[in-house]
């Protein structure tokens, strides 16, 4: 029955707009599709050693990131989150804001600056030595570990769930906490059996993109020597020369990626909490004095000083070091290349989104919703994965385009696609569509259907009403897709690495490489320009969430 109501109501809105939609999430499934079909190949004699001598290394180096950064940025993100909420103490209107910009720090620019600041040549260690006299035991405040790794990614990620956790508290009908406090519950006994089962979506919420951050990690675990998935996909396919095992260890990765998502969607089910009254208000701040209140404000104090002020601060030092040796020619030539692949990218994708946004708008609620679960489905995906999917599928383009390219005269065997920026972008898109696409979606909640049924009474057809009458009133939202994905694109290094043609550097690549050859001071300069741009994305996130 279901089934065919769907049916029919695909066959009412079948159209150019539909059909584009569609072949849009099939061309952003069928990569990532590929890399499943690799589990189902045969294996050659380079997975076996894989498998034999290093696959438990790697799965537990991974577990062990991921479990790590996802316990200690869901304590910190929701400790934070309810100290900003639940009570009022000095600065904490600041703090409001602020404890989010760490997001706009990339963990691999955080990870070479916090090594350089800790060693013993840095910073800290030579004030220490220099001015006081006092010579700290070797490793005592060191990164290169996976400790090391851990605290990067934990100071750096831990806003996901602090900014979903504090969304979540600030909007929730006040009544629970209320009462609790009314009962004579004390702080503790509030947070532990109030507050952490009521943000429970949105802890789960948050913790799942700090994993999905972590899993699509290189920088930091290469940096630091760290045996992870991501890092064994760059090893075999740079290494061992063997894309077929490098697809193989994507597809097993994929597999867990899929699989956390229905563990999250099992975690989710039926847990929903509604306002005791019809009319919910917002939480009243609880006010705290003396001691506690200071306590509040230094905590959040070190966290901000540590996730933000400290790298950005030394990141600018080396960079008045350097500025004069860095900025030359060729380094116009890193922004442009950056600029120009994010632009191009991003407008595809901002017209993909439009396309398949006003389908969702004008289908059922199911099968809107598998639109757009379609068109989102490579965020959560490591660029590692989408890359390999991505190269597998050029590549069988090319095998299939030989006659062509023989008959062009590119010689037998030739790779035309395979070596070309429309590699790297399809990648972008594959990747960041769910920027894009829920700029787009949130604009669309916000605009009346009345005006598009008003325009067909019209007699205005389906492209005429969307150019004269939604295109307009979704400019706010196309700008703001449109910034918050070109920043992205802009920061992405595994993808990118990957699948960028010959001798074409961005300012993450470029970062990257100065960081792995030891050329720290070199690298502060591509870094800040990233982090200005990645603060862009983080201000506006703000500014959107004050206006919702």
């Not at 116009?332 to 439009?354: E, F």
Request: contains cysteine.
């Amino acid at each position: 029955m279901r089934t065919s109501r769907l049916l029919r109501n695909i066959r009412r809105h079948i159209n150019g707009w539909m059909i584009a939609s569609l072949l849009g999430g099939a061309a952003i499934l069928l990569p990532i599709l590929y890399v499943l079909l690799g589990l189902f190949r045969p294996t050659n004699e380079n997975w076996q050693i894989v498998k034999q001598y290093l696959l438990t290394d790697y799965v537990l180096g991974s577990a062990k990131l991921v479990l790590f950064t996802g316990f200690f940025a869901a304590l910190l993100g929701v400790v934070l989150a309810w100290l900003v909420v639940g009570y009022t103490f000095p600065l904490r209107r600041f703090f409001r804001w602020a404890l989010v910009l760490p997001l706009a720090v990339p963990p691999y620019i955080a990870a070479y600056t916090y090594s350089t600041m800790t060693s013993y040549t840095g910073f800290i260690q030579s004030t220490l030595r220099n001015q006081f006299d006092i010579k700290l035991p070797p490793g005592t405040i060191e990164i290169m570990s996976s400790k090391g790794a851990i605290f990067i990614m934990t100071l750096f990620l831990f806003p996901y769930v602090f900014m979903l956790t504090r969304t979540f508290l600030e909007r929730q009908s006040a009544s629970y906490i209320e009462n609790a406090r009314l009962l004579g519950r004390s702080r503790l006994s509030l947070f532990i059996k109030v507050v952490l089962p009521l943000s429970r979506p949105a802890i789960i919420s948050g913790v799942m993109l700090v994993v999905f951050e972590v899993f699509s990690d290189y920088g930091v675990a290469s940096y630091f020597g760290m045996q992870t998935v991501s890092t064994a996909i760059f090893q075999t396919w740079f290494g061992m020369y063997d894309v077929d095992s490098a697809i193989r260890l994507a597809a097993w990765l994929l597999i867990v990626i899929i699989g956390l998502f229905v563990i999250e969607r099992f975690l989710r089910r039926n847990r929903q909490f509604n306002a005791t009254t019809s009319q919910s208000r917002p939480l009243k701040p609880q006010q705290m004095k003396g001691i506690a209140a200071w306590g509040a404000t230094a905590f959040c104090s070190i966290i901000f000083l540590l996730a933000f002020i400290v790298p950005l601060t030394q990141i600018i030092v080396w960079t008045t070091w350097t500025y004069h040796k860095i900025w030359r020619a060729d380094f116009i030539d890193l922004m442009v290349n950056s600029l120009s692949g994010a632009a191009i990218a991003t407008a595809v994708i901002m017209i993909i989104a439009l396309l398949s946004a006003r389908t969702a708008r004008m289908l059922s609620s199911s099968l809107a919703y598998g639109v757009s679960r379609l068109m989102t489905a490579g965020y959560a995906i490591p660029g590692a994965i989408v890359a390999i999917g991505v190269l597998a599928v050029f590549i069988a383009l090319d095998q299939r385009l030989s006659t062509v390219y023989e008959w062009l005269g590119k010689g037998e065997g030739a790779l035309v696609l395979s070596l070309s920026l429309s590699m790297l972008i399809t990648g972008y898109i594959i990747r960041f569509m769910a920027t894009g696409y829920n700029a787009i979606e949130s604009g669309y909640e916000k605009l009346p259907r009345v005006y598009t049924e008003a325009s067909r009474t019209l007699g205005r057809g389906n492209t005429k009403s969307f150019f004269k009458v939604e295109l307009p009133l979704l400019k706010g939202a196309v700008i703001t897709g449109f910034i918050l994905t070109i920043v992205e694109i802009m920061k992405e290094l595994p993808l990118t690495l990957l699948l960028r043609p010959f001798n074409f550097d961005t300012l993450a690549t470029r970062t990257y490489q100065y960081a792995i050859d030891e050329r720290i001071y070199d690298a502060a300069l591509p870094s800040l320009l990233l982090i200005g741009i990645s603060l862009i994305s983080v201000l506006l996130i703000v500014r959107l969430e004050k206006e919702k």
